[in-house]
């Protein structure tokens, strides 16, 4: 199946699933999504003057948003996450449409899911820096640049590769580890969570270090 948003006239959009329309028009759409559980299709729409999360051409959120984009089904498609723009100039994350409390103004990124879908981490940016939410608590550090969140197998344990100064870090739990780099990669969790692997540039080496998740965690 092929789902794709389409401009209907000057000023309508609307999605099509193979070559059908849905039969409502908007004032603007975004990327549709398929509903990893069914056939359906979901995207965000502008509708009577505030963006709403659609599925199948009828209201699936009733929250009424200044903006939404970059919405995300967990992995078991039970849930689904969303940048929303709750205020004019606000940005955080809905979760089955319920907002984090924390607005940040410059930027929201997509969401994560943790691999059982429980937990949410989202990259967000705040007078030019840039750090990590993770269920709606923000990180107190910020960084020059970071990159999408890494959740264990088991969705307890957050790590993220970030970069302060020209050297690269690991973001563990919200807490920045002492060692930088040179180059790094992100990170990988075995798939039992209990080893991570890292492969990083230092001294002009390209290393791959196997290391116990307690040891980078702890």
């Known amino acids: 199946a092929v789902a794709a948003e389409v401009r209907t006239d000057i000023c309508e959009y609307t999605i099509a699933v193979n070559a059908e329309l849905w039969p409502a028009r908007f004032g603007c759409v975004w990327a549709p999504a398929f509903d990893p559980q069914s056939s359906s299709v979901v995207a965000p729409v502008r509708h009577e003057g505030a963006w709403r999360l659609f599925k199948d051409g009828a209201p699936l959120w009733d929250g009424h948003y200044n903006q939404m984009w970059q919405h995300r089904f967990s992995p078991n498609g039970s849930k689904i996450a969303a940048v929303v723009s709750p205020e004019f100039g606000k940005w955080t994350i809905a979760v089955d449409d319920r907002p984090w409390n924390c607005l940040f103004s410059d930027m929201v990124l997509a969401p994560v899911f943790s691999p059982d879908g429980e937990r949410v981490a989202a990259i967000y940016k705040e007078k030019n820096r840039w750090s990590v939410a993770v269920d709606g608590v923000p990180v107190s550090d910020d960084f020059d640049m970071v990159w999408d969140p890494v959740f264990s ?63 980078l965690l702890g």
């Open 153 to 215: 197998p088991c969705g307890q344990h957050v790590v993220a590769k970030v970069e302060r100064g020209g050297k690269y870090l690991i973001l563990a739990d919200g807490k920045k580890r002492d060692r930088s780099y040179d180059r790094l990669w992100d990170p990988v969790f075995s798939p039992d969570g209990s080893h991570v692997l890292l492969r990083y540039v230092e001294d002009e080496k390209y290393c791959r270090h196997v290391v116990p998740s307690g040891e």
